[in-house]
């Protein structure tokens, strides 16, 4: 008898294992990448300890002014079209659509360049430090950035997940090796800074190696009137999908300007350095589900099939996979962040507590703003995107004028929990829209 149930588990497992983790399906890919993306979130996590004792709040504080300012930039650095490069059934056009984001990377790298070389003084005072050599230093990370964007995007195409995966690794070690370093110098935001951009660098040749391959096999030759025709085709990307991004960037790094101005750069540093921590567990599914997600929606549109059980299930195992982490950190962070990253870190912690509502709905979000883009809403999500940033901008220098730190960044918290929950339930209608209009035609 127990043989025999022995061989009947073994029978079911082997099925389920045949069906679900068979080449190239969902929950492989999505396994391939978080695997990856868990060694480099784990190798990330588990020496923050040491990198929180080695810098400042002030030094996290100038990183996250940095990277607040670079993200406006990264937002727009590709013009979207690396969001594009999924969409296409043909390898010739996602190709032209891979050399326009590279294009755009290039033209914006070198107006970055110049932009520091004319008006210096408005990007040193955005970052709060007084050193020349942050302006140059800010267009080799957009050019780093924008360049392992496209990349990354040709690798999700082609389902080279597991390239991505180890690429992920590469990085994470890169910079936390160069942080460490630049801890044990006393290097200041400066290393911070360089162990991301040097890191990106290493992790886009492995991609690259991806590419020159795939490309090789394509045959293919670049002719400018072919990416110009494709690059017009899918216009509504820099039109309106880049846009959209340049004001999520801008919502993003606002409060770290805007503490920054009104309460102080180690204020702005302990908001960053959580906001950090938090994003470090959160990577380890957004990253992967980003990646397959979007491919796998994208196949299953492409084939006339309906998308409205994937965006659900997506969404909803979301949310009950955040659901217990966010009541932990909500009761436990000012209590456990002195303890694991040192006592000058309380302050992160108390700001976690309530960052947390946020970060929960926003965890939850990634499938609707994937699938809004399936359903070529660029120019409506440009719109709320417009919503989200002047809201939040008035929360921010409403709270800096009248409130303390600590209830600037409750309100905003709630404000962000509040926007991104209209977010899913607005894209769920849609969806639904979309499935009845197709019954109805009977598609």
């Known amino acids: 008898m127990i043989n025999d149930s022995v061989k009947i588990g073994s029978g079911v497992f082997q099925r389920f294992w045949k069906k679900h ?27 923050m300890p040491v990198i929180s004792r080695l810098f400042s709040p002030t030094d996290f504080g100038v990183f996250g002014s940095y ?18 490069i999924m969409l296409p059934r043909g390898k010739i056009e996602a190709l032209n659509l891979f050399f326009a984001a590279c294009i755009s990377v290039a033209a914006i790298t070198v107006l970055c360049l110049l932009t520091g070389i004319v008006a210096p003084d408005i990007i040193r005072n955005l970052i709060k430090v007084e050193a020349w050599w942050f302006v140059p230093l800010l267009a080799i990370s957009a050019l780093a ?27 994470s070690l890169a910079s936390v090796s160069i942080w460490l370093m630049s801890g044990l110098l006393q290097a200041g935001a400066v290393g911070l800074i360089l162990g991301s951009v040097v890191s990106q ?30 690059s017009l085709e899918y216009r509504d ?25 009104f309460y102080g750069i180690a204020i702005a540093g302990a908001y960053a350095f959580g906001m950090k921590i938090l994003h470090l567990p959160t990577n380890f599914i957004l990253r992967p589900l980003r990646q397959v997600l979007f491919q796998k929606a994208s196949e299953v549109d492409n084939l006339g099939q309906d998308i409205q059980p994937l965006f659900v299930k997506s969404t909803c ?40 509502l946020w970060i929960f709905i926003s965890f939850s979000n990634v499938p609707a703003v994937l699938f809004a883009r399936i359903l070529r809403q660029q120019r409506n ?27 600037t960044i409750i309100a905003f918290s709630i404000l962000g929990f509040l926007l991104n929950l209209t977010l ?12 009845v209009i197709k019954a109805d035609n009977g598609i």
Request: charged content about 10%.
């Open 21 to 47: 983790f068979r080449k190239g399906s969902f929950l492989r890919n999505l396994s391939i990448v978080m695997s990856g993306t868990a060694i480099a979130q784990l190798i990330g996590f588990a020496l």
């Open 67 to 84: 990277n607040s300012v670079l993200g406006v930039i990264t937002a727009i650095v590709t013009l979207q079209y690396t969001q594009a």
């Open 145 to 171: 950035f924008g360049l392992h964007q496209t990349l990354q995007a040709w690798c999700v195409r082609i389902k080279a997940f597991a390239e991505t995966s180890r690429a992920q690794i590469v990085q």
């Open 201 to 230: 660098f290493i992790a886009s040749l492995k991609l690259w190696n991806v590419f020159k391959k795939d490309l090789d096999q394509a045959g293919y030759f670049f002719h400018w009137h072919n990416v110009k025709a494709t």
């Open 237 to 261: 990307f820099p039109l309106y999908s880049a846009p959209q991004n340049l004001m999520n960037a801008l919502s993003q790094g606002l409060p770290v300007l805007l503490l920054g101005h």
């Open 317 to 356: 195992g979301l949310m009950l996979l955040a659901a217990l982490p966010t009541i932990i950190i909500f009761v436990w962070a000012p209590r456990f962040f002195p303890w694991i990253f040192g006592k000058e870190w309380l302050t992160a912690g108390i700001y976690v507590r309530w960052l947390i």
């Open 381 to 407: 999500l440009f719109f709320f995107e417009c919503l989200i940033l002047s809201s939040r901008t008035i929360i921010l220098v409403a709270g800096g004028i009248y409130w303390d730190a600590l209830r």
């Open 424 to 435: 899913i339930l607005w894209i769920w209608v849609l969806v639904c829209r979309r499935t």
